[in-house]
């Protein structure tokens, strides 16, 4: 049962373009949300994340969204460049202390020059 | 500062036989954590452990287990191997309380013949 969803598991973007990467939820006991980017032969890194009180939270080029009556977040990335050429995974946590992540499937996202 | 690190990179098994991946988390975190990443798929939570003791529990059998010590590394332990066990397994670390993004190791490729 996938809690998390990524339902693009492409998407390609020309450079200096924004990128937007989607996720959708079904457990309304997620109360905290992250991403996280994945380059091949390495373990994810964290990139940006948000609480449930918040709807958008901004670091640099990257922002994210959330929509608690949709179950929607998204990731925005303005101006993408071709470093940010990865796989991104968007996580989730519960409401009741237990600290794992719930994660997507992945989207591969490129950036092309 | 020593990020997660992972050993081995690589594990080569055959069907049947135990394999055992190691786990040493950043400095100072207490929760380590373990994800199986099979082909294809999102990251599927495994196990959880804290102050050496296993937290949570995700949707896999028994003969995946684990354990961790008292400097707060862990294993991850999976008997009986089979051919679908074949993945990367992701190791991740992060501080017990508040909402700190977990930190993820490289990641150990078991390959099961």
């Known amino acids: 049962d996938q809690q998390v969803k990524q339902n693009s598991p492409s998407l390609s973007v020309q450079e200096g373009r924004i990128s937007i990467l989607n996720c959708d939820y079904t457990?309304?006991?997620?109360?905290?949300f992250l991403w996280y980017k994945k380059y091949p032969a390495e373990g994810p890194t964290f990139l940006i994340s948000?609480?449930?009180?918040?709807d958008k939270n901004e670091d640099g080029r990257f922002t994210v969204f959330l929509n608690k009556s949709a179950k929607h977040l998204s990731l925005h990335i303005v101006p993408s460049q071709p470093g940010d050429s990865a796989v991104y995974f968007c996580?989730?946590?519960?409401?009741?202390?237990?600290?794992?992540?719930?994660f997507g499937t992945g989207t591969r996202l490129t950036v092309i020059p | 500062e020593a990020g997660v690190t992972q050993s081995p990179t690589h594990l080569i098994k055959t069907r049947g036989q135990q394999a055992t991946l190691r786990c040493s988390p950043i400095?100072?975190?207490?929760?380590v954590y373990w994800y199986q990443q099979a082909l294809g798929l999102g990251l599927q939570f495994l196990l959880w452990?804290?102050?050496?003791?296993?937290?949570n529990r995700g949707n896999f059998p028994p003969r995946f287990s684990g354990r961790q010590f008292p400097n707060y590394s862990s294993e991850l332990n999976v008997n009986a191997l089979e051919l679908e066990d074949s993945a990367l397994y992701l190791c991740?670390?992060?501080?017990?309380?508040?909402?700190?993004?977990?930190?993820f190791g490289q990641g150990t490729r078991l390959t099961v013949v």
């Open positions: 991740a670390s992060s501080f017990r309380t508040g909402r700190t993004e977990a930190f």
């Open positions: 457990n309304s006991m997620f109360d905290y």
């Open positions: 948000i609480s449930s009180i918040k």
């Open positions: 996580a989730a946590t519960l409401r009741t202390g237990a600290n794992n992540l719930f």
């Open positions: 400095s100072g975190h207490t929760s």
């Open positions: 452990y804290d102050e050496g003791e296993e937290r």
